[in-house]
């Protein structure tokens, strides 16, 4: 599936012991970040991404967008400060170095902020992307808010900013499967629990980095999976359930995910859960 569904939060104490950081990264890799292709290839699609294009991804993860952009001929920088292991497969996937040959210009991978990618030599870039979609844990808007802030100054005049966010909740079947985390997460319900996306999410972040909204859409992003495991996996490695994890444990978040579940899986076992993804193109000042 694509660059995280959320940005991770900061671990609570005793939950590094819960969670194998490892296996969560390979199980997004994998599983769960290629359910937003979609996003990515209609936002490419829309700025015309290329070889001219100087892109720098900000919560790169394991690297599936940047990888797109790169194969229509774009420069990428990912920055990542959440998941080493995440920035290790991204390392794995786009680097010649590990991988063999790859189509496209220039690739780095930083893992840290974006001012750990720029120094005197390095061009200003044509589009930033934040594709980590927000609006599903509380203060996750905040992060990027901050993030954006040390980003935009690396960017050109008007380049174009992408931001991510999960649709109306009415629109996302996974909707009722993450309540699950809310509802097992109290009472730590403040700290990194599910939240429904609202209408203005986006718009809010991109007015408090300064940038100029110039744009929108919509992108249907449906969650599939070969059977009830692997969604489990793959929901699991969003982060969005870590919380829960430590207010309960491993054990029954996982019972309580699959009841969930349940209503998605069809008759051939796999699980299928329609959502919409939105995204907004701003400009820099």
């Not at 979609?133 to 509380?138: H, K, N, R, V």
């Not at 097992?184 to 300064?210: N, T």
Request: glycine letters at 10%; proline letters at 6%; a negative charge.
């Amino acid at each position: 599936m694509t660059p995280t569904l959320v940005r991770q939060h900061r671990s609570q104490a005793g939950e590094t012991a819960r969670v194998d950081r490892g296996a969560r990264a390979r199980d997004w890799s994998e599983i769960q970040e290629r359910m937003l292709v979609p996003l990515y290839e209609a936002v490419y699609e829309r700025l015309e991404v290329g070889l001219s294009t100087r892109l720098l991804g900000l919560g790169c993860g394991s690297g599936l967008a940047l990888l797109m952009a790169a194969s229509r001929g774009a420069a990428v920088t990912g920055v990542d400060d959440s998941s080493p292991q995440r920035l290790d497969l991204a390392r794995e996937r786009l680097l010649p170095e590990a991988r063999g040959t790859r189509a496209g210009g220039e690739t780095r991978l930083v893992g840290g902020t974006p001012q750990d990618a720029a120094d005197a030599t390095t061009p200003a870039y044509t589009l930033v992307t934040a594709f980590e979609p927000i609006g599903c844990l509380a203060g996750d808007s905040e992060g990027l808010g901050e993030l954006l802030a040390s980003a935009t100054p690396l960017a050109e005049r008007g380049a174009a900013v992408v931001l991510a966010g999960w649709g109306p909740p009415e629109r996302c079947a996974t909707t009722s499967v993450l309540r699950v985390a809310t509802k097992l997460a109290d009472p730590l319900r403040s700290a990194g629990s599910w939240r429904p996306a609202l209408r203005d999410d986006l718009e809010e972040v991109a007015h408090r980095a300064g940038l100029k909204p110039d744009g929108s859409g919509r992108v249907a992003c449906p969650f599939g999976y070969a059977d009830t495991e692997s969604a489990v996996r793959g929901l699991l490695s969003t982060g969005l359930f870590d919380a829960a994890i430590s207010a309960t444990d491993q054990a029954q978040v996982d019972k309580e995910l699959t009841e969930a579940l349940h209503p998605h899986r069809r008759r051939d076992g796999t699980v299928w859960m329609p959502n919409v993804f939105r995204y907004l193109i701003a400009r820099t000042p």
